[in-house]
């Protein structure tokens, strides 16, 4: 079924109308009952009190002209009119007989005062030709209804007293649905603008724009969602911004080697060169070129992989500072030709439950920076130290530094502090990249200080091995 | 095909039996030798029948109908029971509780036994006419006449019917020998209850009044001449008439609860009662008044020498008329 659909504006506006018009018709009808019950009723006790308080002073016997004169004098001070009637036709005495006269009470009514009752009747009066209250108090002899009290207001002086108060209600009613609905429409479009406007921002960012933004207002929860909207908004540019340049970087570093070899091969190929020791010089360079190419495919390979859902990590106990060792065994030929000391200062109790071959990428990726980076006659310095269920590896080189505000973009990946690219220190751009992950996968953290000019100081943390959760 | 017809048979018998429903209610037997005041309780439609010696209630009738009058008939066992908001007219014989019904439609205010007590004459107030039957219920009769017919009174030489228009300020005197009105005299507001004079060939007239004005005197007007001739106090709206002799006249004043007793030939107040609560019905046995009285739910035996109340009795609720019933023993 395809029902009407309103939007959240008219909701809320249908909403807050029904809110009103309920509420109002409920002091209406609250009024009207306070009337009936309270004033209504007060005038009728009222007259009723009145009525027996005459009724009182009759003795008894026929009612005599001194009591009728006494009624008449009260009846020129009381608020109602009032009259005492002894005559036997006006109280019904012939009604059994069915005669063609209109009597003051009914049967029904002289039933009532026959046993002692007030009646008490609210509506037209054929006598007065008119709405009235009326109050009827028995003037009782024994069984003998010697006459009645009639007490009468017209009904229209007490209505009119409601009358007054019902304009007022009436007029104050309308204000307030105005007033109610402009305030209403005011807090809904104060609602609703900030989402519409939400909607137009999140249309755009669909369609790439993130220029648009949403103006934050209030501090409430529209206000912080428009916020929330805003920081994705902000984030999403920004990821958009580094894959741009990523597929830049892939593309420029890519085409560098291949132009290279594309050059070289085709000097070759066209006879340009002849003779023996320059076609060895550029196969060597398309060797190398092929290489560089080659490492970067693996790495990009292995990033893609780390940064997978789920790449299986061979993890086992090992002892951190012998990895260390190992690792920087291999580096020894590197740091003669540099003639850049090293100085270990390792804890050996160091156990630490990660993927070998990973955490000597790791050691690896950031020994080869900061032995790149580092002049000669430099100096490497590697210290292992275990705190609270985590060691640190720190590696710290006396190279050129990196400038503070380039460090917190380190990681990013083809991120190079040296935008030169002149290709002059090697690397990918991705080593810090698959470093970075690769810690991640291990949940550890990574560090890095720099003073400019001095050195950086890269910091790895890993939590030990515990072996209470390992078994 | 046996059990088809006895099918028919018993609806048969179901439709006579819900029918004649009604037809098959017997009502509490008063021995004949018993006598009696039968009250009509008109407000709770009921009637009481009160044993006069004792005080003893003997029987009382709840009818399902509304009614406002009864009538002793002349065998003075069936008492007949009407009401202007029925349609029909009740006889339920007292000493067997058995019932019978006709059917002469509404409108029926009043009813009265003719002077040889061979007729029943109604007041049909629908129409306005006074109709005549026998009392086998055959119809012998109907005449129109003035607004509201109710108090009516046969003069004892069965040559006359006096009806008073209640609602009017007129009398018509119909002739029973033509079933035609002979006769309409102009009397006082709202007529009702009164007395024939044989002797000086005299009516007497009460009523209710003209409009708020209640009436406070008793006309008397000549029927051979048709004029009035005098009028005397007896306040407050005298309605119900009756003698006992020919010296004594006992009527009923409602508006004022008063009885009084006037000397006929002169119209002097000879004594009177103050009783009662809108005393509405008054009737006499041998020796005794009785008195309902609406508003207070009682009947009075009045002593009509003394005049003084010798007995109350307490039944019933809004007792309009009282007959009187004079056991077969008494």
Avoid at chain 1, 192 to 205: K, N, W
Wanted: aromatic letters at 8%.
């Amino acid at each position: 079924m395809k029902g009407i659909t309103l939007n959240l504006s008219k909701k809320i506006i249908l909403l807050v109308s029904f809110g009103i018009i309920f509420t109002l018709v409920v002091s209406y009808a609250l009024t009207q009952y306070l009337y009936e019950n309270f004033y209504v009723h007060n005038v009728e006790e009222s007259l009723n009190q009145q009525g027996k308080n005459i009724a009182k002073e009759y003795k008894g016997g026929p009612i005599t002209p001194e009591f009728i004169n006494k009624v008449e004098d009260y009846d020129r001070i009381a608020e109602g009119d009032i009259f005492v009637t002894e005559n036997p036709r006006e109280l019904g005495a012939c009604l059994p007989f069915d005669v063609d006269y209109q009597a003051l009470i009914t049967d029904e009514e002289r039933n009532r005062l026959l046993i002692g009752e007030s009646v008490t009747k609210q509506g037209y009066e054929p006598r007065f030709d008119r709405q009235v209250m009326a109050v009827i108090v028995p003037l009782l002899d024994q069984k003998q209804l010697n006459g009645v009290v009639y007490l009468y207001l017209p009904l229209s002086s007490i209505t009119e007293a409601f009358n007054e108060v019902r304009y007022i209600l009436l007029f104050m009613g309308l204000l307030f649905i105005n007033i109610a609905l402009i305030i209403g429409k005011r807090l809904v479009n104060r609602i609703t603008g900030p989402l519409r406007r939400m909607e137009h921002v999140a249309r755009q960012l669909a369609l790439g724009n993130f220029n648009e933004k949403v103006e934050v207002t209030s501090r409430d929860e529209i206000g912080n969602l428009g916020a929330a909207l805003n920081h994705m908004s902000t984030a999403l540019e920004e990821v958009d911004q580094r894959r741009r340049d990523f597929l830049a970087n892939v593309s420029h570093d890519l085409r560098t080697p291949l132009s290279y070899i594309k050059g070289y091969s085709e000097a070759m190929i066209e006879g340009v060169v002849t003779e023996e020791e320059q076609k060895k010089k550029y196969l060597r360079l398309i060797h190398r070129e092929a290489g560089r190419l080659q490492r970067l495919v693996h790495d990009l390979l292995d990033l893609a992989q780390l940064e997978g859902d789920s790449y299986p990590l061979n993890l086992m106990p090992l002892s951190l500072a012998q990895l260390i060792e190992d690792t920087m065994g291999k580096y020894e030929p590197f740091l003669q030709e540099k003639k850049i000391g090293l100085i270990l200062d390792l804890d050996f109790d160091v156990i630490v439950f990660a993927d070998e071959d990973r955490l000597e990428q790791v050691i690896t990726n950031i020994v080869d920076n900061a032995i790149r980076y580092s002049p000669e006659n430099g100096e490497l310095k590697m210290v292992l130290t275990q705190r609270n269920n985590t060691c640190t590896l720190t590696i710290s080189d006396t190279g050129e530094g990196i400038p503070p505000e380039e460090l917190q973009r380190l990681g990013e990946r083809f991120y190079r502090v040296d935008k030169s690219r002149t290709r002059k220190k090697g690397g990918s751009g991705l080593g810090l990249s698959i470093v970075k992950q690769i810690v991640f996968l291990h949940k550890g953290t990574i560090h890095i200080d720099s003073v400019l000019g001095k050195g950086t100081d890269v910091s790895v943390t890993l939590p030990l091995y515990d072996v209470n959760v390992a078994d | 095909m046996f059990r088809r017809r006895s099918l028919l048979l018993i609806t048969f018998i179901a439709i006579i039996f819900f029918l004649s429903g009604c037809q098959f209610k017997t009502f509490q037997q008063v021995p004949d030798q018993d006598s009696v005041i039968a009250v009509a309780n008109v407000r709770e439609s009921s009637v009481s029948f009160i044993n006069i010696e004792t005080g003893e209630q003997l029987a009382k009738w709840k009818l399902e109908v509304s009614f406002t009058r009864v009538l002793l008939m002349p065998d003075n066992k069936t008492l007949m029971i009407y009401g202007r908001q029925n349609p029909d007219v009740t006889f339920i014989n007292m000493s067997t509780g058995k019932l019978k019904q006709w059917k002469l439609g509404e409108g029926i205010s009043n009813a009265v036994l003719s002077a040889d007590q061979k007729m029943i004459y109604f007041a049909e107030r629908n129409m306005n006419k006074v109709l005549f039957y026998d009392l086998e219920g055959e119809k012998k009769g109907e005449v129109e006449v003035g607004e509201s017919p109710y108090t009516m009174i046969p003069t004892p030489d069965y040559q006359s019917l006096i009806v008073y228009h209640l609602n009017g300020a007129s009398l018509s005197i119909i002739d029973l020998k033509t079933l035609k009105v002979k006769t309409t005299l102009t009397t006082n507001d709202n007529p009702m209850g009164g007395l024939y004079i044989a002797q000086t060939n005299e009516l007497w007239v009460g009523g209710h009044g003209a409009g708020a004005e209640p009436e406070q005197n008793i006309s008397v007007f000549s029927l051979s001449n048709g004029q009035k001739k005098r009028e005397f106090p007896a306040q407050v709206m005298p309605v119900d008439f009756l003698t006992m002799d020919d010296k004594n006249a006992f009527v009923l004043s409602h508006g004022n609860n008063t009885l009084y007793r006037f000397d006929i030939p002169t119209g002097n107040e000879t004594g009177r009662l103050h009783l009662g609560a809108n005393p509405l019905g008054l009737a006499a046995g041998k020796k005794m008044l009785y008195v309902s009285s609406y508003d207070s739910n009682q009947v009075f035996e009045v002593d009509p020498v003394t005049l003084k109340v010798t007995n109350t009795f307490n039944v019933g609720s809004g007792r309009l008329q009282i007959v009187v019933r004079e056991g077969v023993g008494t």
